[in-house]
């Protein structure tokens, strides 16, 4: 166990470490006009976090996609044990589910501002509208692969369907759920972030947007930096429970 | 037809008539969207009028470019570091975060290295869509048995004979599950883009129209870009079935 932990290791530092080469590469090819050298960035970044905005913006940003999330988790959940469940609407609805998870969402965009308006309500719509589908579809395919010996289990037991859900479907299929939801994390992710970048007034995201209009190439670089080392960090630990969920059953 | 497409059909059915009530009752009003018959009929006469064929042509040629290079480049990568162990446990944390994070914040770096053409928004596109390829490509070329390989072996295959023969159209379902996605993150990079800082295309038209309250062109373009991406998702769906189908699994 401790070798392979000791090669993961390695690996992850290899990892950051070549990245932040080709960053530095790249800083020496383009030049001071188009971005900032790893240590200019982080410096930037740090400066940036000393200061009271960059929480408001932050914390805004973590409340909307926060909301974003428990919409997507728990409809995605709903319509997936569902649809996992009951064979004949699964059919009917997966591929349309399928459709509707490959349609270019960023589209959708000015429909979702007409509808709810620039502020928070829009850009949780937009966060949870990406990241609701691959939840539900990976729940589906969890629900359907669920041994039929525990279903009909339940049903001896006579449970109604919302036990059968909540005790049998749900810790059965809890690997694949746990995939899906790590997928709809980074989706509901870039999903609530684009929504900030055309449509709010506050958050990373419209800070990003301001940044870009403004052509600041600091602040470009530092949340840019930030939003990855978030995202990264937060993906990685979801990434090893979603291994460790696996391996045990 | 079978029950199930009938189904399917009757929701589809439905959830549009619900949307047309809803316009046509005024619970939706006209300023947030128009009546499903409205959209289609703006939709024709955009399309017969050409006059925004050229942002049409302009975001389709631009997305397939960023497809095919996506596709060729996403292919070529996984076929090139299939056998390296090290180096894919290296890059194996980077493919599974590479979505969470947000490629369009280097747009502005793109459009400074690049200018302000199509190539950043092409570039965008092509960053979306190559990890997917590169992911789904690796996932089957590890699928394919050993014997294959060996029997190739045997015949002295060199190694891109090899790709090009044996494990690439083995691998060819789940290489077909990337290129889905690169079809999906290829429209998605151009049309972000285009949004964001562009001087025409789709995207550009549609945030054009938006500001200006232009409904009759706003919507029409929008249904037309998903028109598009579910028409060529659906197009490869029927063709990773066919594949499917002929090796026995349904």
Not at chain 2, 60 to 69: G, I, P
Not at chain 2, 150 to 161: E, N
Request: aromatic content about 10%; proline content about 3%; charged content about 10%.
């Amino acid at each position: 166990m401790s070798g392979a932990k000791g090669v993961s290791l390695r690996n992850a530092i290899a990892l950051i470490v070549g990245l932040i080469l080709v960053w530095q590469l790249l800083f020496w090819f383009a030049g001071d006009i188009a971005m900032r050298s790893p240590w200019d960035t982080v410096r930037y970044a740090r400066r940036m976090m000393g200061t009271d905005s960059f929480w408001i913006h932050f914390w805004e940003s973590v409340r909307a996609f926060a909301t974003a999330l428990a919409i997507a988790v728990s409809v995605g959940l709903f319509v997936g044990i569902w649809l996992g469940f009951h064979r004949l609407s699964g059919r009917v609805m997966e591929p349309m589910l399928v459709a509707i998870y490959s349609i270019p969402k960023i589209t959708l965009y000015p429909i979702v501002l007409l509808a709810f308006g620039i502020g928070m309500s829009a850009k949780i719509a937009f966060g949870a509208i990406h990241g609701v589908i691959p939840i539900a579809l990976f729940t589906i395919n969890a629900v359907r692969n669920v041994r039929i010996v525990l279903i009909k289990t339940g049903r001896v037991h006579k449970l109604t369907m919302t036990e059968m859900a909540r005790w049998v479907l749900f810790p059965a299929a809890m690997p694949e759920i746990f995939t899906g939801f790590r997928v709809g994390f980074s989706l509901t992710l870039i999903g609530t972030l684009l929504g900030e970048m055309f449509a709010a007034q506050r958050g990373l995201g419209y800070l990003l947007m301001t940044a870009i209009g403004l052509h600041n190439v600091d602040v470009i670089m530092a949340v840019t930096f930030l939003l990855v080392l978030c995202a990264a960090s937060v993906s990685t630990a979801l990434l090893a429970i979603d291994h460790r969920l696996h391996r045990r059953v | 037809m079978s029950r199930v497409t009938i189904y399917r059909i009757l929701v589809i059915a439905a959830a549009i008539g619900i949307l047309e009530l809803l316009c046509l009752i005024g619970t939706i009003d006209r300023i947030t969207m128009q009546a499903p018959h409205l959209i289609a009929r703006d939709l024709a006469a955009i399309l017969v009028a050409g006059k925004l064929n050229g942002a049409i042509a302009k975001t389709l040629t631009n997305a397939s470019v960023a497809f095919v290079l996506a596709l060729t480049v996403g292919i070529a990568t996984a076929v090139a570091i299939h056998g390296y162990r090290a180096l894919r446990e290296t890059l194996d944390p980077l493919f599974a975060t590479y979505y969470a994070i947000p490629v369009f914040g280097f747009y502005p770096l793109l459009i400074i290295l690049l200018g302000l053409g199509d190539a950043p928004q092409i570039m965008i596109a092509f960053m979306l869509g190559v990890v997917a390829v590169i992911v789904n490509t690796l996932n089957g070329l590890d699928r394919v048995p050993n014997v294959l390989k060996k029997t190739a072996r045997i015949h002295g295959m060199g190694r891109l004979d090899l790709a090009f023969t044996v494990t690439l159209p083995y691998a060819a379902p789940h290489v077909l599950t990337g290129v889905k996605l690169a079809v999906a993150y290829s429209l998605i990079g151009i049309v972000g883009a285009e949004f964001i800082m562009s001087r025409g295309g789709m995207g550009y038209e549609i945030s054009f129209a938006f500001t200006n309250f232009d409904n009759a062109t706003m919507y029409p373009l929008i249904v037309l870009i998903l028109l598009v991406s579910i028409t060529a998702n659906t197009l490869l769906s029927l063709w990773e079935k066919m594949l499917l189908t002929r090796r026995g699994y349904s």
